[in-house]
């Protein structure tokens, strides 16, 4: 990938020295993130905070990827961030297509160029934009063969230190706010959240008619985040 330009915010760090301070925690942890880290990784210093670690990001895929009905053939990622998810996913070969959202254009051109490592590209198409407006007015006629997953941004790293996370006030969008949007799209959807992230508010907007299921994603012993599976998912 050494004849791709990288924008200014965006950096492939080759050692400590070069990594600013707030996120050399993050960058002692790069194969756990990106285990091709080293074959040219791109990612802005405000996206280190948000990749799905590799090893969580392709158990969540392979769950949603067994466990969806089988008429549902497409997958929404709505926050591609820089791809850690939408790479895992692709990575799965179930997905007859794969759109990949992300508002922020420099994030967005990391995950493009980690797809192209991953060498799965081809599976995906991207979209820059709000993600509540591009399934509205791009994605629409896909709703009844899509399934929708969200890491949203969880407020910055201060969630963690909170015993039970109140998704109530989650910024910039509430558990709410992401349940009503998607929900207009599609009733199968998968929710990436803190794994403090309060359930019984997770409860409260699960449909009568339809199940949730709520797992638990570890890494070396620990919870490092947890996901609601709104619809008729068979996960286990």
């Known amino acids: 990938m050494a004849d791709e330009e990288a924008p200014p915010e965006v950096h492939h760090y080759n050692s400590l020295q070069e990594v600013p301070w707030d ?5 002692a942890q790069r194969y756990r993130i990106f285990s091709k880290y080293d074959d040219g990784v791109w990612l802005t210093d405000d996206a280190w905070f948000g990749v799905t670690p590799e090893p969580v990001a392709d158990q969540i895929a392979k769950h949603i990827a067994d466990g969806a009905p089988a008429e549902r053939s497409i997958l929404v990622d709505a926050f591609a961030g820089a791809g850690g998810n939408t790479i895992a996913f692709a990575k799965t070969g179930k997905w007859k297509r794969i759109y990949a959202i992300e508002k922020d254009p420099a994030v967005l051109q990391c995950a493009k160029h980690n797809a192209k490592i991953y060498g799965v590209e081809n599976k995906i198409s991207w979209f820059e934009g709000n993600c509540f407006e591009i399934l509205k007015n791009q994605l629409s006629a896909l709703a009844p063969y899509s399934i929708i997953f969200a890491s949203p941004p969880w407020g910055g ?10 998704l109530s006030t989650m910024e910039p969008y509430s558990l709410a706010t992401l349940y009503r949007e998607y929900s207009a799209f599609s009733k199968h959807m998968v929710l990436y959240l803190p794994r403090t992230s309060n359930v019984k508010q997770l409860a409260k907007l699960v449909p009568d008619e339809q199940p949730a299921t709520v797992m638990h994603y570890c890494m070396e012993g620990a919870s490092k985040a947890l996901c609601i599976f709104y619809g008729n998912f068979n996960v286990s």
């Open 23 to 27: 996120i050399q925690n993050y960058w």
């Open 157 to 166: 790293p201060g969630y963690r230190s909170d015993t039970v996370f109140n």
